[in-house]
């Protein structure tokens, strides 16, 4: 293995020695010992799908943080910072750290006192079989998509930085990752998500130290970026965002504010069923609330360790960066600007530091999508529909056995990616279709008793469908860009947000004028599920520091805080 | 971590990652102090700090969580 590792191609971007590579391997088997380690423990259902709900807040709200800090979204978002500077904090912050505390404060109670198993799961005892059934099998499909164009774009990375054959990084992390989920499920997933979580603050901190030194602080790095880039603004997060065509992302802060924080990433934090089931392990209902929030304080800090060094980039690097779309020979794109910083301070044993960090994020980012993809499937697809009745053993069989097919169909996907290159971007817009509208129909069945079965069912399918059409009028005609983005000079990102909104806006709408008009569930079938109806202990009793009220507040000072400091 | 299986803390599982990894990293360090390796700021030398850091948490890490002990 290692000797294939190291069959480096003459232009690749660092060459690792054998201190590194000693690095990479002590990790794959650290990682497959622990898996196999943890097989004794994951016996029952409970066990294998929630990892016996028994983790500590910090565990839960470390995995939950860490589940969603894959390496594509480090080189992702450091190649962004270093294109759009940082006004890509926003995804870090505003994007991420109200969502996170609304999780814990407001609708953790319900998914945790519900004793689902998942977010489709908590569908199934809200809405009915229908509107779970619908999300279970688009998350499903999209988990597994997800999971196969992830790893063929982390093995595109490793042969670009490190030179690995694309065939060689696919098989052997994908075989690892299969080995120890099915071995240990979610109890395996969480451990080396908290690995992982380690390796990547200490595989990437030196960055941002190391060059904060060389460029003299925060006021030298400020002033070369505007050496190297004369008229452009790159650090500054809110004071560009008055108009459209002010900043190089396209963006206006009613997209940031009502699309990425008021509706994405509340979408995305609250119901994508990837990141919740890590909370939902939690071992009480105290550290379930409390998990999100502790993962807020270190999802606050990520552009340290992502942004910082696309900033620095902009201020040291001796060549200018492009898009990889547009690349001319011998240049190096946006996404490669964290290897490249890499590159430049880490030296032996650092640089198989980094590396490992990278490695280790792509296969917890792996994992995640095949534990959440077999719980879905046995416990939302497999038991409601096709075999209702069987032992607590076989549905353990079964997501063992999911875990297994959904890596292959993963390794499928990567195959397919790797054949039609803009599969990838479909498939990304794809899973962004269900999770916004999915927002609306969870946080109006959680607070509304009222919501019938059908309003949950067609507010969803419509927020879905409207979505769909917004997304391929904007592809196909640029004039409809104006209409939905409110702006023509709206890029990329920023169509995404308006998307993002108007989609929910919709479900929400058709949500509440299909329960207008039909009959509501009666209060006995919603005790537990709806926040009328619902006893959630109350904290009078307990020290405000316990209290995650507390520490939700303090968060979200801290975000207003940094909003301040670079405005 | 465990109430009702006795599994041993994820934390020391990070505290042996934390030594054996600052180990490596402060060896290279040191005989990278001879032969300086060509990165910017080489003269720092960042893996002796770095693994010397990453040693030290990986110790207390594996003695506070250490299976024997009570967590």
Redesign the interface.
Known sequence: MIAAMASTAPTTLVHL?A?DL??IA??FA?VLG?GF??KR?AKTGE?FFLA?R???AW?AGLAFVSANLGSLELLGWAGSAYQYGILAAHWYWIGAIPAMVFLGIVMMPFYYISKTHSVPGYLQLRYGSATSALSAVTFAIMTILMSGVNMYAMAVVMKVVLGWNINFSIWVSSLTVGIYVAAGGL?SA??NE??QF??IW?GAL?IPI?GL??TGGWKGMVARIQQNFPGQDYTHAWSTLGRFQDNPMGMHWTGIVFGLGAVQAMGYWTTDFLVVQRVLSA?DIRSAKMAPIIGSFFKMAVPLIVILPGLLGLA?LPMHLAPASNLQPGQYSYNEVLPLML????????L??GITALVAGFMAGMAGNVSAFATVWTYDIYRPFLRKTAPDQHYVSMGRWCTLIGLFVSIGTAYLAMGFASIMDYVQALFGFFIAPLFGTVLLGMLWKRVSRAAGFFGLLAGTLSSVTMFTLMKLDHRWVGVFALSPHAQGLAQDMYQALWSCVTCVVVTVLVTLVTKPRPDEELKGLVYALTEVAHEEHTSFLHRPLFWGIVALAALVVLQVIFW | MSEKHHIIPVWFFVGVLLLVYGFLIFVSGLAEWSHPSNTVLAELHAPVWWGGLLFVLGLVYCIKFAPARKS
């Open positions: 020695s201190v000693g690095i002590f990790y650290l622990i380690y943890l423990f066990d016996g028994e983790m500590t565990v109890f969480i451990f908290v690995l380690f390796l200490f030196l190391l030194i060389e071992k040291v590159a430049r301070y880490c030296g032996p044993g650092l198989g530091l």
